[in-house]
């Protein structure tokens, strides 16, 4: 390749990095100016004197800990969940045959054709009835089925060989047996894959505990983040930014030390033709 | 070859799936047959005084901004993949050049889509403030007119950009991962021919990739149908409603203040948004099946 | 490393079940025999405010303790209220600005008529303050200290050098002194009109309404009246000051839910602005030499602005027990020494003359520069229609201004079609009679 197409494409690729980069770039700058600063149209782009104390205030300011405390357990719980029945439903569409396995198969599979936006407000109310909305159980238990996660174990379990299991029948082991110590272990490639996505969109969803969370020491780190805004001075958005980098910064590290299993996990849209 | 079970596996088969079942039912079909009929409804915003009323609910929707919505909806979506598509397909071919370090690159388009939405609208938001946001210190520099999140086209332009930026970092690796599975004998027997690299594209490449584009163009559109955190920080649905899309039309009548005042409006419109949801569902599924087809 | 995960997806799905079992954490009254009843109450004020409520009302009583939450900035609070409604999640006691959000909140049933237990407390308040509080007969919530206005902000330093005099005294004059005062290239402007959607926006334009001798409703409050030759004035006003004037600035400068534009005034980009008292701590803190005047008069020759008032409300959240305890709280709300607090940390206005005598807020009307405009300004001041369609009423008139503002449509099309949308509200919500 000729020199000149090389800089060329070197140039465009730093380009391209820069647009993704540089609303981070603006918020790490915005979270270390003073008042002053940031008011002042004529300041430069990046301070002189960085005002870490603006962290240390904003950290202050709501209750991140909290925040980050509830949003790890709801992941963590949520994800756990995902993976449990959707890999064990997977895994029995996919290796037996029982009756109406065809008609509930595809009632599953309907869970993936409705979107989560348009039932959301018969799902609170329902919530309402149980007693559970403001609850961590109200916030767990309508997103631990994962129709997804049933349809990709499936397509996964469908390339495994059946011999191994029928092996294990004869020597008399039990059907739960032969899916935890054969099975399983099997599938796990496309369990980090899927613990990933649907761990990330876990730690980010918003609308649904948005309308099912008032109370303050249930928050997520997203909703969190908006109690957050409003209680802070207005005229001064370094505050804001400072709050903005306490949420960004623990996800953007986890994700650059774990990239390629994150690379997968969003890549597994293709895998899915 | 799926020979028949003994009988006895039925129940653990049942067993297996029945958490994914009665949750799926339990929290997906149930609510949706519980919108369809809410939404023959009117009354009252918490809904103390029901009565029905047919289709009525569906033309005050289109009366009452619900049309206005859907029309957002279209221009939100049609943008929002457009952009996707063509930033991301173009960066995808910039990172499939075999130079040194680009593959490290990839890295860096995963970021917008792990951070927390919600982080990022704040810090869109401020890049729109007036005289010291960053747009309109560019824009003041170069001499020319602010811009503002309170104008309806630059709020429309705003949404979508920025929705654009979030995804489109998905649209690049799963490009990125179907140049990677193009057959490299014939892109090589194609330059030994003496192809250049933009025929290479044109003509082998690109048709190549016609199905994964309209995959990756599916999920592209059922997110772009699906987003909501943009809107509600940096415009909540205004100004004039310009913003406003379908989605956002539910939330605004199902839990705070919308135009129609009455309950069974956003179910009204979060019928029709299902319906153009499957649409965009079954058109992806029938494409999978296709390709299965195709392969085996 | 596949055993880690199902020993803590189990572990999780233990500790899920076990808060299952236990209470949850919403807002139950959780009272027994001899353990004080915990009612909780939101609020839009700052976190500093509900501290000090909570630790002086524990501090003094045994048998009832108050939890306090930030929940939303004002403009934000009634659509949160509206969904905890639905969900059964409100909690007993809502500190909110606006009664005339009240109606709408009232048509869930769930609010406690304040007529009874708070009847002395209730007569005591200055007149027109208690006539916003009542709807259908019905007492939907006591007003607290700290009675908000709006004045005219106005910057010393730019008039000075501008060459003039004093602040305007009518609209007209207004026009003609922020035309001398804008600067458009240097992005300096001479007053700001606020953008958004908000109540906020609503609530400043009411007040030129008010001057220009119109009304917001008809008498018999059937039927809207704001797009009466007065409305269409004043929103030409407006519509005058940004577009074709450029003495306003085309982009918004609001900030975490807040359209008052405080930031404008503050950064000097403008130089005159309407606001009330929470933004003179803004303003002393930006170090700016201003002053304050009454609201310049409109067509009908005189001053007006409209009244925000801190309302407690009550809801049945939590049966008979918890109710009374919430009782117990506005009660003691409603005492002047309290109302005193309210007001001196707002730098609002006292709601009843009980207040006036307390230290806090002599002390208040001593040391604040403004505080005699802002009462001044109170005398010319109305409040809110107090009717369940207000609030979509506003919303409309604030979409609708908007409009008018980014000149998508003229003053009059912008006021017709909000008229015709607020009476479609009004029929379908119903009004107060």
Redesign the interface.
């Known amino acids: 390749m000729r020199l000149g197409a090389k800089v060329a494409v070197y140039l465009l690729a730093g380009v391209a990095v820069l647009v993704v980069l540089f609303p981070l770039l603006w918020m790490v700058a915005a979270a270390l100016k003073t008042n002053a600063q940031i008011i002042d149209p004529n300041a430069p782009l990046f301070p002189s004197d960085p005002q870490w104390s603006n962290i240390s205030q904003a950290w202050d300011t709501a209750p991140f800990g909290r925040f980050f405390l509830n949003t790890a357990f709801f992941s963590v719980v949520t994800t756990a969940g995902q993976i449990a029945t959707g890999m064990l439903a997977g895994y029995a569409f996919a290796m037996f045959d029982f009756p109406a396995k065809r008609v509930l198969f595809y009632l599953v599979l309907s869970g993936l054709m409705i979107p989560f936006t348009v039932v959301l407000v018969p799902v609170v109310q329902l919530l309402a009835d149980f007693g559970w909305v403001d609850t961590y159980q109200g916030l767990i238990v309508p997103n631990i089925a994962s129709a997804l996660g049933c349809f990709l174990f499936r397509q996964f379990f469908l390339t495994t060989p059946l011999e191994l299991g029928e092996a294990a029948r004869l020597d008399g082991a039990g059907e739960w047996r032969i899916f935890l110590s054969v099975y399983r272990p099997l599938a796990q490639p496309m369990t980090a894959a899927f613990t990933i996505i649907a761990f990330l969109q876990n730690w980010n969803n918003f609308l649904f505990p948005l309308v099912v969370t008032s109370n303050e020491k249930l928050m997520m780190i997203s909703q969190g983040l908006t109690i957050f805004d409003g209680q802070i001075s207005r005229v001064t958005y370094n505050l804001l930014m400072a709050g903005s980098l306490i949420a960004v910064v623990p996800v953007l590290i986890v994700a650059m030390v774990a990239q390629r299993r994150v690379v997968d996990g969003l890549t597994l849209g293709a895998v899915r033709a | 070859m799926?020979s028949?079970?003994r009988v006895r596996?039925?129940t653990?088969?049942?067993t297996?799936?029945l958490?994914?079942?009665?949750?799926?039912?339990?929290?997906?079909?149930?609510?949706?047959v519980?919108?369809f009929q809410?939404s023959l409804y009117r009354g009252?915003?918490?809904?103390?005084n029901l009565s029905f009323a047919g289709l009525a609910n569906y033309r005050a929707v289109i009366s009452s901004g619900g049309g206005h919505a859907l029309a957002v909806t279209a221009v939100f979506t049609v943008g929002f993949v457009a952009v996707c598509m063509v930033s991301g397909f173009c960066?995808a071919l910039?990172?499939d050049?075999r130079?040194p370090?680009?593959k490290q690159?990839?890295?860096?388009?995963?970021?917008?889509?792990?951070?927390?939405?919600?982080?990022?609208a704040?810090?869109?938001f401020?890049?729109f403030?007036?005289?010291?946001g960053?747009f309109?210190?560019v824009l003041?520099g170069l001499g020319l007119p602010?811009?503002?999140?309170?104008?309806?086209a630059t709020a429309l332009l705003a949404v979508i950009g920025f929705g654009a930026?979030q995804f489109f970092?998905?649209v690049v690796?799963?490009y990125l991962?179907?140049l990677k599975a193009l057959p490299r004998d014939v892109l090589e027997a194609a330059s030994v021919d003496g192809a250049g690299a933009w025929q290479r594209l044109r003509y082998i490449r690109w048709p190549l990739l016609r199905?994964?584009t309209v995959?990756?163009c599916v999920?592209a559109t059922?997110t772009g149908?699906?987003t909501?955190?943009q809107i509600?920080?940096l415009t909540?649905g205004?100004?004039?409603?310009a913003t406003q899309t379908a989605?956002y039309y539910?939330?605004q009548e199902?839990?705070?203040?919308g135009?129609g005042?009455?309950v069974g409006l956003?179910?009204a419109m979060?019928?029709i948004?299902?319906f153009i949801?499957?649409t965009v569902?079954?058109t992806q599924l029938a494409l999978?099946g296709r390709?299965q087809a195709v392969r085996t | 490393m596949r055993r880690i995960w199902w020993t803590i997806a189990g572990a999780a799905l233990l500790a899920t079940v076990v808060a299952a079992c236990g209470s949850s954490s919403g807002s139950s009254a959780g009272g027994t025999a001899g353990k004080p009843v915990t009612i909780t109450y939101w609020s839009s004020s700052s976190q500093a405010e509900i501290n000090w409520l909570d630790s002086h009302f524990n501090a003094s009583h045994t048998t009832v303790k108050v939890q306090g939450q930030y929940i939303a900035s004002a403009d934000d609070t009634t659509a949160k209220e509206v969904a905890a409604l639905k969900t059964g999640t409100e909690p007993n006691v809502i500190i909110g600005q606006d009664p005339s959000a009240l109606p709408l909140l009232a048509e869930s049933g769930k609010i406690v008529d304040l007529s009874g237990p708070l009847a002395a407390e209730t007569a005591t308040l200055y007149p027109g303050i208690k006539s916003a509080l009542f709807y259908k007969g019905q007492q939907l919530g006591m007003a607290l200290g700290g009675v908000g206005d709006y004045v005219l902000f106005y910057n010393k330093t730019d008039f000075a050098k501008a060459g003039i005099g004093s602040p305007p005294a009518t609209w007209a004059q207004l026009e003609a002194d922020a035309i001398k005062l804008s600067d458009p290239a240097k992005h300096h402007y001479g007053i700001y009109i606020p953008w958004g959607t908000a109540e906020w926006i609503s609530y400043e334009w009411e007040g030129l309404l008010w001057a220009n001798g119109g009304q917001l409703l008809n008498s018999p409050d059937s039927q809207v009246a704001f797009d009466s030759p007065a409305g269409v004035a004043a929103l030409t006003t407006w519509v005058d000051l940004v577009r074709t004037d450029h003495a306003a600035p085309t982009t918004s400068f609001a900030q975490a839910g807040s359209y008052d534009g405080a930031p404008a005034f503050a950064s000097g980009a403008v130089s005159m602005i309407v606001e009330g008292q929470w933004a003179v701590s803004e303003f002393n803190t930006a170090k700016l030499d201003y002053g304050v005047a009454l609201v310049p008069a409109g067509t009908s020759g005189h001053s007006a602005a409209n009244i925000g008032i801190g309302v407690a409300t009550v809801f049945t959240q939590g049966g008979s027990a918890a109710q009374n305890a919430a009782i117990t709280f506005v009660k003691w709300l409603a005492q002047p020494a309290q109302g005193a607090y309210l007001t001196s940390v707002s730098g609002g206005l006292p709601s009843s003359p009980g207040q006036l005598g307390q230290p806090a807020v002599k002390q208040e009307a001593a040391s604040q520069p403004t505080y005699q405009t802002f009462a001044t300004q109170l005398q010319t001041g109305q409040t809110r229609p107090t009717i369940p369609a207000y609030t979509q009423i506003s919303l409309d008139l604030a979409t609708e201004i908007q409009a008018a503002l980014n000149g998508t449509v003229t003053p009059a099309q912008a006021l017709a079609k909000a008229a015709s949308e607020g009476n479609a509200a009004i029929a379908s919500g119903g009004s107060g009679s």
């Open positions: 799926r028949h079970r596996h039925w653990t088969a049942y297996f799936i958490p994914v079942l009665g949750l799926t039912i339990l929290f997906s079909v149930v609510p949706l519980m919108v809410r009252n915003i918490f809904g103390t960066i910039l990172l050049v130079l370090g680009l690159v990839r890295a860096f388009f995963i970021i917008p889509m792990v951070v927390p939405a919600v982080a990022t704040f810090i869109w401020t890049l403030q007036p005289d010291t960053l309109n210190r003041s602010q811009v503002s999140l309170s104008t309806p930026w970092g998905e690796l799963l991962a179907a199905y994964q995959l990756i999920i059922l149908l699906q909501f955190t509600y920080v909540d205004g100004p004039e409603g989605l539910v939330y199902a839990f705070g203040l135009a005042g009455s956003a179910d979060a019928v948004l299902f949801s499957i569902t079954i999978t390709r």
